[in-house]
T-cell receptor, first 112, second 109 residues
Framework: DVKVTQSSRYLVKRTGEKVFLECVQD?????MFWYRQDPGLGLRLIYF???????EKGDIPEGYSVSREKKERFSLILESASTNQTSMYLC???????????FGPGTRLTVL | EDQVTQSPEALRLQEGESSSLNCSYT??????LFWYRQDPGKGPEFLFT???AGEEKEKERLKATLTKKESFLHITAPKPEDSATYLC??????????FGAGTRLFVKA
């Protein structure tokens, strides 16, 4: 089975802190994605990557950056956390040419 | 602008009471419409992809259909274990996936 793991299930940070969210997949998928999920808004794409060291902005990249140094790992970075970044963050991966995205369990981030 | 709207926001059914969830979409150049299931505290799990109007897909008690403007997820004789949030998403010409807000389904025994 494809497994997508995320470093933390719950995270509490202070305003202004630098936050790292890690995502690892074990099925050699080329594509990796970061979404945030908020009530009433659905999932919104922050960044995605089609290959190592490659990144593309999604719909809401402001305040975030990403890093993909290895194929299996995709990191989301909040350079200076703000309260409006309190959300559920979901990582996903997929094979090139496949419709199916495999999601991790999510990280619920609270910024105080 | 690409958009996905799901209705209703929440649906409460008795076990065995069939119903449908709606997904209306506006997208330039539909490449695919996707249905996912999400259980509380978990990430979404893929169910179906539909590519063109008239296409249908089935899985157990679920059947997804597609027209040029909307998709329906029909649930036949639901069981309590079908309770979840069902997400609809579309991929258009921009190669990005746009998700709807979801329909929360509650099935009571």
């Amino acid at each position: 089975d494809v497994k997508v793991t995320q470093s933390s299930r719950y995270l509490v940070k202070r305003t202004g802190e630098k936050v790292f969210l890690e995502c690892v997949q074990d099925m050699d998928h080329e594509n990796m994605f970061w979404y945030r999920q908020d009530p009433g808004l659905g999932l919104r794409l922050i960044y995605f990557s089609y290959d190592v060291k490659m990144k593309e902005k999604g719909d809401i990249p402001e305040g975030y950056s990403v890093s993909r140094e290895k194929k299996e790992r995709f990191s989301l970075i909040l350079e200076s956390a703000s309260t409006n970044q309190t959300s559920m963050y979901l990582c996903a991966s997929s094979l090139i040419g496949s419709d199916e995205q495999f999601f991790g369990p999510g990280t619920r981030l609270t910024v105080l | 602008e690409d958009q996905v709207t799901q209705s209703p926001e929440a649906l409460r059914l008795q076990e065995g009471e069939s119903s449908s969830l709606n997904c209306s979409y506006t997208v330039s150049g539909l490449r695919g419409l996707f249905w996912y299931r999400q259980d509380p505290g978990k990430g979404p799990e893929f169910l179906f992809t539909l590519y063109s109007a008239g296409e249908e897909k089935e899985k157990e008690r679920l059947k997804a259909t597609l027209t040029k403007k909307e998709s329906f997820l029909h649930i036949t004789a639901p069981k309590p274990e079908d309770s979840a949030t069902y997400l609809c998403a579309v991929e258009g010409g921009g190669f990005k996936t746009i998700f709807g807000a979801g329909t929360r389904l509650f099935v009571k025994a």
